[in-house]
């Protein structure tokens, strides 16, 4: 069983809608994350949440929210979907080694269409 | 601000060709480096990782030297194959409980059987 899991997988929606994408995680990590890709862009930071009570801004926070239901559950939302919001969202997970460092664990992405 | 530079892509290159793909990088103290890999409909995985100065991080026949002295992590392979096609994507993370993991644009790389 995959340890980072995303639903759905692939979404298409209009503009104007509330949609959720929602991440799971079985690692037992604290940190979660959510990118979105387009292409040729590489990947951009939305949210991030260290732990259950934290959550962050990234770069690339406006038109978007997140709850942190649970250590293993990290959710996006997006209030009223816009057609340039059309991308490859990825959640991910990290936990800190001894020496501080993180390797990030990703889940395989969904893809959402806004019309 | 920490940031990640890698060529730009796509790079093509024939079956058994030797692979380099360029990474440098900005960051204060002792960050961790990184090499993550996306196949095509998949999410990133990571290929390899280095964790202080002249520590090579190598996996599936991939390797990368952290080298501080000219800020850079270089990828190669001796011999790629048609299954090594994908996106890579060089990424730093700094040495602070605070930091967080910063990536490279991503090198499209396609094998010609």
């Known amino acids: 069983d995959a340890d980072v899991t995303q639903t759905p997988r692939n979404r298409i929606t209009k503009t104007g809608k509330r949609i959720m994408l929602e991440c799971s995680q079985t690692?037992?990590?604290?940190?979660m994350y959510w990118y979105r890709q387009d292409p040729g862009l590489g990947l951009r930071l939305i949210y991030y949440s260290f732990d259950v009570k934290d959550i962050n801004k990234g770069e690339i926070s406006d038109g978007y929210s997140v709850s942190r239901q649970a250590q293993a559950k990290f959710s996006l939302s997006l209030e009223s979907a816009i057609p340039n919001q059309t991308a490859l969202y990825f959640c991910a997970t990290s936990d800190l080694s001894a020496g501080g460092q993180e390797t990030q664990y990703f889940g395989p992405g969904t893809r959402l269409l806004v019309l | 601000g920490d940031s990640v530079t890698q060529m730009e892509g796509p790079v093509t290159l024939s079956e058994e060709a030797f692979l380099t793909i360029n990474c440098t990088y900005t960051?204060?103290?002792?960050?961790?480096l990184f090499w993550y890999v996306q196949y095509p409909g998949e999410g990133l995985q990571l290929l390899l990782k280095?964790?202080?100065?002249?520590d090579k991080g190598s996996n599936k026949g991939f390797e990368a030297t952290y080298r501080k002295e000219t800020t850079s992590f270089h990828l190669e392979k001796g011999s790629v194959q048609v299954s090594d096609s994908a996106v890579y994507f060089c990424a730093l993370s700094g040495d602070s409980s605070a930091s967080k993991i910063i990536f490279g644009s991503g090198t499209r790389l396609s094998i010609r059987p």
């Open positions: 280095a964790t202080k100065a002249d």
């Open positions: 960051a204060t103290g002792y960050p961790s």
């Open positions: 690692k037992g990590h604290d940190r």
